[in-house]
């Protein structure tokens, strides 16, 4: 207890509705039932990761209809999503999930050759963790707010609080780009 591990295991479910029709991450959770204080997934220089450069990460959790584990209270799961070391948001998501999944981005500037994204729950008193997909892309410096992260708040981190997409043509489009590395 207390160390940190990559031992996962995976399950298959079904994906949110609006999902059906593509190829998705969505169909699989990745869940942590060990005691350990976190569990990490490291991306490297090898994905491309270079210190001082912006990245975006995007953490996407799926469970659908029910987790293949108990939680600590009916119908909801609690866990940490961590950045490096540092608390990056408490996820906290009712189950079953029935639209959309749960997401979570944060824009940073690598202080290292390597970015880490830990899920902390089991040991700490909280739920076990899952997550569903794990992506990093990166960010030119032409970026305003890539400007304002360096420039004026020190490199701390951005995070994404609402994103509104004022193109799409419904509710349910949804839009990416290329994906530079995607290590689940």
């Known amino acids: 207890m207390g160390a940190i591990s990559s031992e996962r295991e995976t399950k298959e479910v079904v994906p949110p509705s609006y999902t059906m029709t593509q190829e998705t991450p969505l169909s699989t959770i990745r869940y942590c039932p060990g005691n350990h204080s976190k569990y990490c997934y490291v991306f490297s220089s090898e994905h491309g990761v270079q ?16 987790l293949p584990y108990a939680t600590i209270s009916p119908n909801l799961v609690k866990f940490d999503l ?75 981190p951005l995070m994404s609080v609402q994103k509104i997409n004022y193109g799409a043509p419904s509710s349910q489009t949804f839009i990416s780009g290329k994906i530079m590395a995607d290590i689940l």
Request: glycine share 6%.
């Open 51 to 66: 210190k001082d450069s912006a990245y975006l990460v995007r953490a996407s959790f799926w469970a659908g209809s029910a």
């Open 82 to 156: 961590l950045i490096y070391t540092d608390l990056w948001d408490e996820i906290t998501i009712s189950l079953p999930q029935i639209y959309k999944e749960e997401l979570r981005e944060i824009s940073i500037i690598a202080i290292r050759d390597s970015i880490d994204v830990c899920l902390a729950g089991n040991s700490t008193g909280k739920d076990i963790p899952f997550i569903s997909s794990l992506v990093l892309r990166p960010l030119g410096q032409d970026f305003s707010y890539v400007d304002h992260m360096v420039n004026r708040t020190g490199k701390r």
